[in-house]
């Protein structure tokens, strides 16, 4: 494990211990001091799934967008730089304050939230609600209720994009976070919703498979 997953698990266990086991995310924005290389998952640019989506398909068009658990969000700014009008949310205040400072772009609202107490103004006001890496980096305490929150969000027409780790048909045993998720978790996120994708790549490297899953509301 190299140091930064290593100090990330030290932060989640402690966390934990505290009986706060979400309030790691926070720690670890504030202990970064905006070094980004201490952002493990924060790679400077759109996750690729959601690049690859959306170039193909041309049919959806732009509108509101809301980008769960953005973290430094370059999904909220590639969306906001082809057209969409983003509503970027993360637990971690540092993080909004350090994607804020980095992308003060006026189609982006940056906003504090959490996924488990979702702001009521935003039940079904979203075009496309996406999420990547959230539900997979939060113990099956806080995943199981907060993937009943995605769905809600999508208005009529709406898509809702998960993007994130799976477990191959037998599942590996993880000391996480992060978590591979199971397939029949993953179909459960979005069981409200017509399904239109479901993408997977099991790289060579790793023994997980990456997954990206899109419903409609039809
Ligand atoms: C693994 S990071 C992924 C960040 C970003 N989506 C990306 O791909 O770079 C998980 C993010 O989810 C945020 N998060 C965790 N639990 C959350 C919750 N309940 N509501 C909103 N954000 C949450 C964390 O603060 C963190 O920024």
């Known amino acids: 494990m190299d140091d930064v997953r290593k100090m990330l698990r030290n932060l989640s266990d402690a966390a934990k211990e505290r009986g706060a086991p979400l309030d790691w995310f926070e720690d ?129 027409n709406g898509v809702l994009i998960c993007i994130g780790r799976m477990n191959p048909a037998t599942p590996i045993v993880v000391d996480g976070p992060p978590w591979p998720l199971n397939r029949s978790f993953i179909e459960s996120i979005g069981s409200e919703l017509k399904p239109i994708d479901f993408y997977t790549v099991q790289y060579e490297e790793e023994e997980h498979l990456r997954y990206r899953a899109v419903w409609q509301r039809s």
Not at 79 to 97: N, Y
């Open 28 to 156: 670890l924005y504030e202990f970064a001091e905006k070094d980004r290389n201490l952002i493990p998952w924060s790679k400077g640019e759109p996750h690729p799934f959601l690049v690859d989506w959306l170039g193909n398909h041309s049919e959806q068009k732009t509108g509101n967008a809301l980008v769960v658990g953005c973290g430094l969000g370059e999904d909220a700014v590639f969306l906001a730089e082809r057209g969409w009008s983003v509503t970027a949310f993360d637990l971690s205040a540092s993080a909004i304050d350090w994607a804020k400072e980095m992308h003060p772009h006026p189609s982006i609202s940056w906003e504090v939230g959490d996924l488990l107490d979702p702001h009521p103004d935003w039940i079904g006001a979203f075009d496309l609600v996406l999420e990547v890496h959230i539900l997979q980096a939060i113990p099956e305490s806080f995943r199981i209720p907060a993937s009943t929150n995605l769905a809600p969000l999508v208005r009529q």
